[in-house]
């Protein structure tokens, strides 16, 4: 009885090391590294984050792993994985200080201040250098000017899916956050992949704000 229990708290043991030893190969993750430079100063402030993968997130890897073999007709699946880098300024009753947390039910920024499309990306070897080659690492850079997304930045995201390359027409999906609804179409829609909030950076006229947004599938 004793050599039954030693060997079944042994197997179970195997299995879950088993199942973590699979979880890290599962994992989609993302960080942030954020550079702003005033040109009037000189100052550069800089920082780094971890954020949040949402829901939709599944369901826009779903649509690109189907390519354009969608079953429902006239129906083409989306072009962009990750299309644009958007920031905001929150809701209007947040602490600018001390915003709340992200949650994954997060499907659209709540008061988006400005989106740019990503400038470059790169695919990143383990140890944080450019790869020749395809890895499961990228990184997505863009830079907002002097006179754009001017204002107290607590929030930012991730756009890709459905996206209008018109970064003037907006389609988030609302509301912003909430009971999660997965019967909500993502089609035609803003798909919001990453977001995140933070104590506010304040970007001044003469600032410019650099993002790389680096996502380990």
Not at 124 to 139: A, F, M, V
Not at 198 to 216: A, C, D, E, H, Y
């Amino acid at each position: 009885m004793i050599k039954d229990n030693v060997k079944r708290a042994s197997d179970m043991s195997k299995m879950a090391l088993s199942i973590l030893h699979e979880d890290q190969y599962r994992c989609f993750s993302g960080e942030i590294f954020w550079k702003m430079t005033c040109s009037l100063t000189g100052k550069v402030t800089e920082g780094h984050f971890k954020n949040i993968v949402t829901l939709d997130a599944s369901i826009l890897i779903a649509r690109l792993m189907n390519g354009n073999g969608s079953s429902v007709p006239h129906q083409s699946e989306p072009s962009f994985g990750v299309y644009a880098l958007a920031v905001g300024t929150g809701d209007l009753s947040w602490n600018l200080q001390s915003p709340p947390p992200a949650t994954n039910t997060q499907r659209s920024l709540w008061n988006e201040l400005d989106r740019k499309a990503i400038q470059s990306t790169n695919f990143i070897n383990q140890n944080g250098t450019i790869s020749g080659i395809p890895t499961n690492i990228i990184d997505y850079t863009t830079t907002f000017a002097e006179s754009e997304a001017v204002g107290p930045i607590v929030e930012m995201g991730l756009l890709g899916g459905d996206i209008s390359t018109n970064l003037s027409i907006r389609n988030p999906v609302l509301p912003p956050n909430g009971a999660y609804d997965p019967t909500v179409d993502l089609v035609g829609l803003d798909t919001l992949l990453n977001y995140k909030t933070f104590n506010v950076i304040n970007k001044g006229p003469t600032s410019t704000l650099s993002w790389t947004w680096r996502l380990t599938y």
